[in-house]
């Protein structure tokens, strides 16, 4: 059986990157089912698409779990904008059904209210010096590109995976800085706008704790820390980490032909025959 919560929120999928886990993040969304999904920006990557980035069939597969989601279990889905995923400030607000393309939005539950954004908009880095933040991704992406060398030899040795990226960000102090400036300003945002909590995402780095009487919560990312946020239904968050779900409890037959099933996409086959068919000959169907 699926765990089904009230509330799941995603972000930094940066679909269209190599370094994107596109599978994962499916596979996640098939363990778990919820009332209300939240892709809270950056779930597509404009900006490597622009330049070297590139879509796999995988990506697309990441759309298919969501639109049945939303056909299964009458999940909402909210969309909103982050800073990779600028285009999409072209055609919001839009809803369509149960999925609404949004630049931000007030969450209520058990009597609390959650500001949510993708964060970019409190980057002043991002907001006001569009160059210098293009500069910062292009180091992120060397790094992952690294990362994916270093542990290439290190899984070669058996030794575990490693990210570099998050050990530069915990070593350099203008980073630890940053990022703590950052959980800081978001808190007082929230409770500016009278909220309770603020979920956001944005810095790669995940977060469930209270920053002066507010719920900071940071969704994390599908890049390297491949986390998610979730809700249960008494109003109780948590964060949950790919690595650390026990995968082998699904039921793996039924997935399987469900998969093959969705990737087909077939109603019936033609029948070929080399020799002239009886007029009675019904072909199969496959439903």
Known sequence: MKTHFKTIVISDVHLGTKGSKAKEVARFLKQYSCDNLIMNGD??????????????RKHTRFFN?????????????YYLRGNHDDFLDQ?????IGNLSILAD?????????????????????TTNLRWIAYLGDMGYTFLLWLNRLVNY????????????SQYVKGKVKSAVSYIDQYEEELAKMAKSKGCDG????????AENREIEGIEYLNSGDWVET??????DFEGNWQLIYYNEIDFRQQ???????????TELDYTEFKTVAFNKLPDDHNPPHFL
């Not at 030899?153 to 570099?164: M, N, V």
């Not at 603020?198 to 780095?205: E, L, S, V």
Request: net charge positive; hydrophobic share 35%.
């Open 91 to 95: 055609i919001l607000p839009l809803e």
């Open 198 to 205: 603020i979920i956001c995402g944005h810095i790669h780095k």
């Open 251 to 261: 039921k793996e037959s039924k997935e399987v032909i469900d998969e093959i099933k």
């Open 153 to 164: 030899h290190r899984r070669k040795r058996g030794l575990p995976y490693f990210s570099l």
């Open 43 to 56: 779930i597509i990557d404009g900006w490597q698409l622009k330049k070297s980035g590139s879509w796999k």
């Open 65 to 77: 779990r969501m639109l049945k989601m939303i056909e299964q279990d009458n999940t909402k889905v």
């Open 226 to 231: 491949m986390s998610a946020l979730a809700e």
């Open 105 to 125: 939005m007030i969450y209520e539950s058990n009597g609390k209210k959650y500001f949510i954004t993708h964060g970019d908009i409190f980057d002043s880095i």
